[in-house]
């Protein structure tokens, strides 16, 4: 009987890197937003709304193309 767990388990080699690389750049992305004070465009709760809603690849990817100021 192949349950649901199983077929979690075929894809989990593949998952695994994908949903620790999310939570790497969600979490750099969080910590970039909350410990500078400048940003290209926007302010402080915007990027952070964008970063934590969006929390998937694509919220921390917007952040450092369009937020981040350069150094």
């Known amino acids: 009987m192949n349950t649901d767990f199983d077929a979690l ?3 989990l080699p593949l998952l ?3 949903i620790v690389a999310e939570l790497a ?3 750099w992305a969080l910590v970039h937003v909350l ?3 400048t940003y290209k465009r ?4 915007l990027w952070l709304i ?3 809603v969006m929390m998937n690849f694509v ?3 917007l952040y ?3 937020g981040k100021e350069d150094a």
């Open 35 to 37: 410990t500078h004070k």
């Open 42 to 45: 926007g302010n402080r709760v």
């Open 64 to 66: 450092f193309i369009f």
């Open 9 to 11: 388990k075929e894809y």
């Open 50 to 52: 964008v970063v934590i």
């Open 16 to 18: 695994l890197p994908l």
């Open 59 to 61: 919220g921390p990817i």
């Open 25 to 27: 750049l969600f979490l």
